[in-house]
């Protein structure tokens, strides 16, 4: 009894060092097990282990080099599940392998959008991917375009708005959509509420061609959202049961929205999603003033009618660069759902 009351201890202490799992390793020896794992995996299949390049939910990628041709390649080393590994782990190698063994045949303008995958190899505990070595995007492009995952959240979205109030359209789009979703703004008066939906939008366009040269890098939601409120007061006054509330709720709500709406990703992270999904693209006229988006969209939708797979949690750490052509290309293949399976 008390040995198993000392393991016990062991296994919840909080010290990193000594920290143990279920089968009375500590968490280092666990991560040290993993990492020789898959040095034996790359030997396994003909490549030299190098370092390591990254780690996603789904598991490490390395560098590793082919022994034969020299060529470098990345590994992407998935735990199965029930030796630790994410739930999902059988359906990442399933949709690399599906990748592999059906990209050849799919339209070459979509598929390039795929990773070449050069082999799945599967082990007791793990299966390891191998595949081209891809290129980063630039800050810059992660921002203008995707959702931003938790390492790249504190990016500036600068050039992305710089280049929206550039275009009145958008811009009076932004504004449409944020009175249309403020839903303390639809629960008052409908006649104030059709009349703000009818002037206040032009009001604000106006204001927003005097400012032009102002800086949208810092607080554009915000902005937004004063000038908004500044025009709607003097329809708001016409609602006594509701003025008192106003203006510090209808602003905090409206700021809200316009950071959502000015945030949302242009490319969707899941395909298939339509714009008014949180986890779908942009506005129409927002979405048109990032072309370069284009083909990374019709690719998704080509995957999704076509090839009846798929595409989620697209990302800025799911997405990166060809060398060379610097087409995108969607690295992350496992939250891709095959639907004919």
């Known amino acids: 009894m008390k040995l198993l009351i000392e393991n016990w201890q062991k296994f919840i202490n909080e010290d990193e060092d000594v920290t143990m799992d279920m089968g009375g390793k500590s968490w280092n020896q666990v991560e040290i097990d993993k990492k020789n794992r898959a040095k034996q995996g790359a030997e396994a299949a003909g490549f030299h282990f190098d370092r390591k390049l990254g780690k996603g939910m789904m598991g490490e990628v390395y560098l590793v080099e082919n022994k034969k041709t020299g060529e470098r390649n990345a590994m992407k080393h998935v735990v199965k599940r029930l030796y630790g590994g994410p739930d999902t782990a059988d359906r990442e190698a399933q949709n690399y392998r599906f990748a592999m063994d059906n990209k050849a045949s799919m339209n070459e303008k979509f598929a390039k959008y795929l990773p070449d995958v050069y082999d799945v190899e599967e082990t007791v505990k793990d299966y390891f991917i191998f595949m081209e070595l891809l290129e980063d995007i630039p800050d810059r492009v992660k921002a203008d375009l995707f959702a931003l995952n938790s390492d790249d959240a504190d990016l500036s979205r600068h050039e992305k708005y710089t280049r929206l109030f550039k275009d009145t359209e958008a811009i009076y789009e932004v504004i449409i959509q944020g009175l249309y979703g403020n839903l303390m703004l639809r629960q008052g008066d409908p006649n104030v509420y059709h ?147």
Do not use: C
């Open 195 to 341: 009349d703000i939906m009818q002037e206040v939008p032009n009001i604000v366009m106006k204001k927003i061609t005097e400012m032009s040269g102002h800086n949208w890098e810092f607080l554009p939601a915000e902005t937004l959202s004063d000038l908004v409120v500044e025009a709607s007061l003097p329809y708001l006054e016409q609602d006594s049961s509701f003025y008192e509330q106003l203006p510090k709720y209808f602003k905090r709500e409206l700021s809200e929205i316009y950071t959502d709406i000015l945030q949302k990703q242009i490319v969707p992270i899941h395909g298939g999603h339509g714009r008014v999904s949180a986890a779908g693209k942009a506005g129409e006229k927002v979405e048109r003033n990032f072309p370069e988006a284009e083909g990374l969209m019709r690719a998704m939708k080509y995957f999704l009618d076509r090839e009846n797979w798929q595409p989620k949690d697209i990302h800025s750490g799911n997405v990166m660069i060809r060398p060379g052509t610097k087409n995108f290309v969607i690295t992350d293949l496992g939250l891709f759902d095959l639907k004919s399976i």
